[in-house]
């Protein structure tokens, strides 16, 4: 074997990590199609999958996929389809009422 058959072998994928990333990103499209899920919602429903993190966040990736860094607004972490996406309607109304009291403590 040569060097470059070495790297080949050691870098080329293999056909049942395909499969899994394939069947992880059909997950994905499913249980994201409503919208923006919580991320650790989604691992804990991936893990019963038999999806690890890893897996996950690769077969979000490859379908165009987006972590959505919500930590500002005391969301923590979620993952949609599309970014850009609508929040769901009761995390939007908990924000507008955690803006309406912040801005009435201002006052």
Same mark, same amino acid.
Request: overall charge negative; charged content about 30%.
């Given at each position: 074997?040569?060097?470059?058959?070495?790297l080949? /072998?050691?870098?080329? *994928?293999? #056909? =049942?990590?395909?499969?899994q990333?394939?069947r992880?990103?059909?997950?994905?499209? %499913?249980?994201?199609? /409503?919208?923006?899920? *919580?991320? #650790? =919602?989604?691992?804990?429903?991936?893990?019963?999958?038999e999806?690890?993190?890893? %897996?996950?966040k690769r077969?979000?990736?490859?379908?165009?996929g =987006?972590?959505?860094?919500?930590?500002?607004?005391?969301?923590?972490?979620?993952? %949609?389809?599309t970014?850009?996406a609508p929040?769901?309607?009761?995390?939007?109304?908990?924000?507008?009422v955690?803006?309406?009291?912040?801005?009435?403590e201002?006052l």
């Open positions: 074997m040569t060097a470059d058959d070495v080949v /072998k050691q870098n080329s *994928r293999k #056909p =049942d990590d395909d499969r990333i394939a992880c990103e059909a997950f994905l499209r %499913t249980y994201l199609a /409503k919208g923006p899920v *919580r991320s #650790p =919602d989604v691992y804990d429903a991936a893990k019963m999958q999806f690890g993190q890893t %897996t996950v077969a979000l990736k490859n379908i165009g =987006d972590h959505i860094d919500r930590r500002n607004q005391r969301e923590g972490y979620w993952m %949609t389809l970014p850009g929040f769901p309607v009761d995390v939007v109304e908990r924000e507008q955690t803006m309406a009291s912040a801005a009435g201002e």
